[in-house]
């Protein structure tokens, strides 16, 4: 029996918001240094360091979708992708010395911390996205 009720939909709305908050909240930042200073400035990082809303939005999500049993593969795959996409470029950060500051950031050292990173945030993305899709299978068919 699938169910979907108050609770469901909460940890799914809940879950939601959490998760696109790392995503969403340089972007604003970013436009309000813009209209403020003139300046667009995006701080690329942002989404790691928000990681804990990322990781309990997720959480949420995947209770939520494992009561529904509706998109638990998208949001459960997606939040390990995450973690450990997150996990893998701070170990590699660590690894080749950009993170204590012993090697010079040359662009392919750069890259190669980077690019985990950045597949990381599209792994949240992804998870946000699994959690509009589980809210809106919620809320469009109660009878399910």
Excluded at 42 to 52: H, K, S
Excluded at 92 to 99: M, N, P, Q, R, Y
């Amino acid at each position: 029996m699938k169910r979907q009720d108050v609770l469901s939909k909460s940890l799914a709305i809940t879950g939601t918001i959490l998760t696109w908050f790392p995503i969403f909240a340089p972007i604003l930042l970013g436009v309000g240094s813009l209209i403020g200073a003139g300046v667009f400035r995006l701080d690329y990082l942002m989404p790691a360091e928000l990681f804990p809303s990322a990781l309990l939005g997720g959480g949420l999500l995947l209770w939520a979708s494992l009561r529904a049993h509706a998109h638990s593969r998208l949001i459960g795959w997606g939040l390990g992708l995450a973690v450990f996409l997150l996990v893998g470029s701070q170990w590699l950060a660590e690894i080749t010395g950009l993170a204590s500051g012993e090697t010079q950031p040359t662009p392919w050292l750069f890259a190669l911390v980077l690019i985990p990173l950045m597949v990381y945030v599209l792994a949240v993305a992804a998870v946000g996205v699994g959690g509009i899709l589980l809210t809106r299978t919620l809320f469009n068919n109660p009878a399910r």
